[in-house]
Every structure is written in C-alpha cells, then in structure tokens.
C-alpha cells in the first residue's frame, strides 16, 4: 500500500479521496491553488502544498507543478479526482516515467477512450454493439453530407474529443446540417482543444444507463450495476438513479457482460464506466467509457456497499 498519496484537486472530490486514504492508513496531502487556500481539504490534509494561481491552467491543470508537488512531499501515488486531468494520458505517463502511481488507468488506456471515434472501433472490435455513424473524424461538411444520406436522419453530431453536451447537434433533416456542422466544431475547439466531429444516428426516445466497472492489474473485473441518468437536459445530467428501474434481470446480465468484455479487451484496471444507450425495442448501443471516477459514483457505493474510491486506491497499489 502507499504512504503518501498527492490529491490533485479540490471540493468534494479532495475531501472523498482523503477520507478513503485515512481509512486505508495512507496520508493525504493535497494541492490546492491560492484561491483554494482556506478550505476544509487544504485545512484537513497531512500536509498541503501551494501549486500555483486561482486560474486552473495555472494551477490544477499545470502538470509540472502538480508532479513538482508530488516529488517535493514524498509522495508515492497521485489522485486526480473528476474532472481537471483525471482523463489526461500526459499525466498518467509522466507519473509513469517518474515512479508515482497514478491512481487511474495506464494513459494507453485513458487514450484509447479519449477520442470517441476510436472508441467506438475499439469496442466493436471488442464485440460491442454500436450505433450506426461515421468511422472517422468528418473532413468537411460536404463529407458530413454524403455520410448523413447513407445513415438518415435524425443523426446526432458529436465532438471527438468530449462530451457533457458540448460540441453536439441534432440534425433532423440536410437543411440542418452545415450549421449544426459548424457550430459543433466551433463549440468542441472551444471546449476541448479539438474540433473534430462524427455522425452517427440520434435515437429520438432512449434511455441513458451507465455500468459501474471494477477491475485490478490481473485481468479481475467485475461491473457493479447499472445507474440510468436519462433525466438530462441539453445533453446533461440532471437525476442519476442506480439501480436503473424497470430493467429485467437478463438486460441487466447483458449491459454487464458487455462491459466486463469491453473493460478485459483494452486491459484496463481500477474503476470506470461504460455509458449505453437503450432504444424503446430494447437493444442498446455503446456510447463511451469515463476513465476516472465520476460524480455520481456515490450512488453505486450506497446500493452495493462497495467503497470505490477505496478501490481505487487498492487497484492501483496492486
């Protein structure tokens, strides 16, 4: 087990991760920006350590200060919580090179979900089912055209490089389409620092449900349920409810099975979720997997009694 683990992050998720850490025996110091500088992480911590300015790109999301800090306080693994870099591949491979254990996946593994077209082709090559769309990032709309008539519409454009809503259109018909084009490239560049997008078809009624996974550095895995977030609004999340309701016994196996399968084909380990989308026939369709530890992941823990963050913590000391 470790000794001293860096939590790169803040709020919440700082003072999850710290008290996973406390009962596993392990110390907690924390990074925190000068904004941050008062509060209850930085004020509960063994030790906490100054990592630059308020503004993010500065701080959180500066990878030399944040590995400077890890070094300076001895520590031996890193958590980067949600959000900031818990889906960075650069940060997970420079821990890698300087001997600090990222307390996530490998960055092979966080940059095999990273870009959405990709995938989608890795998870059907695993097996997956997947919604009918383009196979590569759009070259230009006339492409995005050509692409659309053999799909159909409706279709939903989506950016490569993330998603929360950001970068995503409906397209309902071709009139529609060099606007939605345009505007979900200009948003994804804003958004994510890449202004790629993809088709593939919008299914006008579905249900989102999410599956909990599980896994260790030998080959382990087990998935943890379902949790249905279909309650959204623009794309995002608004209500998570776990166990999704109204799921038979066998669907929930099958999201399970296709999960596990998907986790084992690109050798990941410790937590991470697998997103589906069920149409009203009842087939589903992967969408994307979240590398890292969400903010939902509370309510898995309260229906099955499993701490993950502590999982975490144990996947990534072997």
Known sequence: MFKRVLIANRGEIALRVMRACRELGVEAVVAYSEADRDTLPVRLADEAVCIGPAAPARSYLHIPSIISAAEMTGCDALHPGYGFLSENPYIAEICEKVGITFIGPSSEAIQAMANKVEARKIMREAGLPIIPGTEEALLNAEEARQVADEIGYPLLMKAVGGGGGRGMRVV??????????????????????????????????????????????????????????????????????????????????????????????????????????????GKFYFIEMNTRI????????????????KWQVRTAAG
């Open 294 to 309: 969400q903010v939902e992941h509370g309510i898995t823990e309260m229906v099955t009694g499993i701490d993950l963050v």
């Open 172 to 281: 309902n018909s071709a009139d529609e389409l060099v606007e939605a084009y345009n505007t979900a490239k200009g948003e994804a560049s804003l958004a994510f620092g890449n202004p790629d997008v993809y088709l593939e078809r919008y299914l006008s009624r579905p249900r989102h449900i999410e599956v909990q996974v599980l896994a260790d550095k030998y080959g382990n895995v087990l998935h943890l349920g379902t949790r249905d977030c279909s309650l959204q609004r623009r794309h995002q999340k608004i209500l998570e409810e776990a166990p999704a309701p109204g799921i038979s016994e066998k669907l929930v196996r099958q999201f399970g099975e296709a999960a596990v399968l998907g986790t084992r084909h690109i050798g990941y380990s410790t937590v991470g979720t697998f997103e589906f989308l069920l149409d009203e026939s």
